[in-house]
């Protein structure tokens, strides 16, 4: 189904004040008739009334026309179960009275913008305020807003490429593009989204491992590489905004974009990555330690030989060595032994 654009001009206005003086003009008849009435004029009071009241009893149906419609909104009317167009641009507007808006997403409320409910701190004023206004305009939560939404899901426990659990969670700009989709395609766009969004989060998560790790293919082009959630979230996020808006183009949805905002291992093996990750981090330490330091006696041993400071056999080199060793890769300071005698 496509969309529709109705092309109405913002008539609302003139038809509420005709509708209006109507009233009155109905007002000033029952009372003509019962004037007329109470003269003995029984026909035409009667006339008159009957009139009156006939018209007062329907003649408010054209208020029910009247839709005004704010910047990025929309309304999609529907005439006896049929679609006859949208309203998009902002306006008041006067439609067929039996027209009904349709909006089968008007009553979900998600953790994302424009959903979010009063605080339950919030003073007694605004409260009367917002249950005044909500039952004031009924039709305000029909409208389809056409604003860029941000979607954010409940945090996820998910298995990476390697099984370990992490929890992750997103959250999704979207808006919508097409009205007709939205409302006619599914059954509520809303919680349709927020579905495809975890299930297009577990679809890409596991391709993925935490961190860097060999022989790992995240990309399936059977190339190893060096993808991981940590590092590569920027691609990570892309990859799942693509991913939900394959799902939901079907929907009238367009996702602007997917940000991955929180990212950590559950709970259960969290003291354990970190233990790995300290390891990993105190051996690569140790490795870069060690090649300075062999480095460093080389070239102490090489200075000594080229500028005949002393000559040294296999053993004192062996001796220097470690000594030197010893020094340069201990965790401590050294403390140095002053011999004043032979080695031998």
Not at 95 to 118: E, M, W, Y
Not at 164 to 176: F, G, L, T, Y
Not at 227 to 238: C, H, I, K, Q
Request: aromatic share 8%; glycine share 6%; with cysteine.
């Amino acid at each position: 189904m496509e969309e529709k654009i109705l092309k109405t001009k913002p008539n609302g206005m003139p038809v509420l004040l005709l509708t209006v003086i109507l009233y009155v003009i109905d007002a000033f008849v029952i009372a003509w008739g019962g004037i007329i009435l109470g003269n003995k004029n029984y026909i035409l009071g009667t006339t008159l009334l009957v009139i009156g009241c006939i018209y007062a009893a329907v003649g408010w149906i054209p208020f029910c026309g009247l839709k005004v419609i704010g910047p990025k909104e929309a309304l999609v009317l529907t005439l006896f179960g049929k679609y006859i167009g949208t309203l998009r641009t902002p306006g008041f507007y006067f439609v067929n009275p039996f027209c009904i808006a349709v909006n089968p997403a008007a009553k979900t409320r998600l953790n994302q913008s424009g959903d979010v409910s009063t605080p339950s701190a919030a003073s007694a004023y605004e409260n009367a305020a917002n249950n005044a206004a909500s039952s004031a305009s009924q039709y305000t939560g029909k409208k389809i807003s056409l604003k860029a939404m941000t979607l954010s899901n409940s945090r996820q426990k998910i298995n990476d490429c390697l099984g370990n659990p992490v929890e992750i969670s997103i959250a999704v700009i979207w808006r919508v593009t097409d009205t007709a989709k939205a409302v006619f395609h599914v059954d509520n766009y809303k919680e349709y989204l927020s579905l495809q969004c975890d299930s297009a989060l577990r679809n890409i998560v596991r391709l993925y491992p935490y961190d860097v790790a060999d022989h790992v293919d995240t990309t399936g082009d059977g190339v190893y590489d060096d993808g991981s959630l940590r590092g590569s979230s920027d691609l990570v996020a892309e990859r799942i905004r693509n991913e939900i808006q394959s799902k939901v183009k079907e929907a009238g949805l367009e996702i602007v974009e997917a940000r991955i905002t929180y990212l950590a291992y559950a709970p259960e093996i969290a003291a354990v990555m970190l233990q790995r990750q300290q390891a990993s981090a105190i051996v690569d330490a140790k490795k870069l330690i060690v090649d300075g330091a062999v480095g460093m006696v080389d070239m102490a041993i090489q200075k000594l030989s080229e500028e005949h400071v002393i000559d040294l056999d296999d053993e004192r080199k062996a001796a220097m060595v470690s000594n030197l060793m010893v020094v340069l890769c201990g965790n401590r300071e050294a403390t140095p032994v002053v011999n004043s005698g032979s080695l031998y």
